[in-house]
């Protein structure tokens, strides 16, 4: 029961790296979601996949950028890494928009 | 605009001491009303969906409920077992996205 699958669990990067985060589920889901968690903000939608094909921005998208590969993967991407985007990257994915949503574990991320 | 408030921030229990956790809400066409378990280094763990007022839904010592402008997660002769942060999310009309609260932290001692 794998669920939703992130790679890599945790990483650290200087200010101006790049780096690809990576989600898989197996639930043969259409929607996919890409969140940011931080203290005292709550989750915030980074991207969204409502189905394979398509992406559109949700409340914080400024410095990333999102790809879904096939129905299964949906990668985010940090071009130009910043400190502000130190945060725990938590990938979903949804039957629907507006149904429950099923979460990997996190990719802990901090930029020096 | 919609927004969810979830009250308190951090709730502290004795093992056997019910409570209950409250989540306000407003938003454009409630689509759902989501509440999930995060525990430390782990994503949310989904546990509920209500759909309109008057709804019920139990799992374990877990009960939660809606009205119109708030549900509420009652947590019934709590365990240590059960500590952990409480979040709840809004399916908004609007966007058909969630939107989530900033959770409350329950902590269970023994």
């Known amino acids: 029961n794998a669920g939703v699958t992130q790679t890599p669990k945790f990483q650290v990067l200087k200010t101006g790296q790049s780096m690809t985060l990576q989600c898989a589920q197996d639930?043969?889901?259409?929607?996919m979601y890409w969140y940011r968690q931080d203290p005292g903000m709550g989750l915030r939608l980074i991207y969204y996949s409502a189905s394979e094909g398509t992406t559109d921005k949700g409340e914080v998208p400024n410095g990333y950028n999102v790809s879904r590969l096939n129905k299964r993967e949906f990668s985010l991407r940090l071009e130009s890494a910043a400190p502000s985007q130190t945060s725990v990257y938590f990938c979903a994915s949804s039957s629907l928009d507006a149904q429950p949503q099923h979460f990997g574990d996190g990719t802990r991320l901090s930029i020096l | 605009e919609d927004q969810v408030t979830q009250s308190p921030e951090a709730l502290r229990l004795q093992e056997g001491e019910s409570s209950s956790l409250n989540c306000s809400y407003t938003v454009s066409g409630l689509r759902g009303l989501f509440w999930y378990r995060q525990d430390p280094g782990k994503g949310p763990e989904f546990l509920f969906t209500l759909y309109s007022a008057g709804e019920e839904k139990e799992k374990e010592r877990l009960k939660a409920t809606l009205t119109k402008k708030e549900s509420f997660l009652h947590i019934t002769a709590p365990k240590p077992e059960d500590s952990a942060t409480y979040l709840c999310?809004?399916?908004?009309?609007?966007?058909?996205?969630?939107?989530f609260g900033q959770g409350t932290t329950l902590q269970v001692k023994p």
């Open positions: 999310a809004v399916g908004s009309g609007n966007t058909g996205k969630l939107i």
């Open positions: 639930m043969n889901h259409n929607s």
